[in-house]
């Protein structure tokens, strides 16, 4: 009665399944295409959801703090762009904002 498995990459998840993995039932796979369900919706939901008795559920307090998060990555990105860290092997050199012309020679 099993249909395949779906790979859950979060330590969140890998807590709450045990090795990363889960199959999903038949008629599991079934409501997944009715309701137009994709493996990958489920994995989201999966890894940041709230577990609950019923199973795991993405709650409005789970959906807030996603969108928080988003928007913090989206400002680091802003703050950071053009930011050279020059490496060699594992040892950080130095860190500096490329101007124009140094964007285009790296580049």
Do not use: W, Y
């Not at 969140?12 to 309701?35: C, K, N, P, T, Y």
């Not at 060699?88 to 130095?94: L, N, Q, S």
Request: hydrophobic letters at 40%; glycine letters at 8%; charged letters at 25%.
């Amino acid at each position: 009665m099993i249909g395949h498995s779906i790979h859950i990459s979060s330590a969140i998840s890998r807590d709450f399944l045990g090795e990363g993995e889960m199959d999903v039932s038949r008629h599991a796979q079934r409501r997944m295409q009715q309701r137009g369900r994709r493996p990958a919706e489920i994995c989201f939901v999966l890894e940041h959801g709230t577990h609950t008795s019923a199973g795991v559920m993405l709650t409005g307090r789970d959906a807030a703090l996603l969108e928080k998060e988003a928007r913090s990555v989206i400002e680091m990105a802003q703050r950071l762009k053009n930011v050279v860290i020059p490496c060699g092997g594992a040892t950080v050199k130095t860190v500096f904002k490329a101007r124009p012309k140094q964007q285009s020679r790296i580049l």
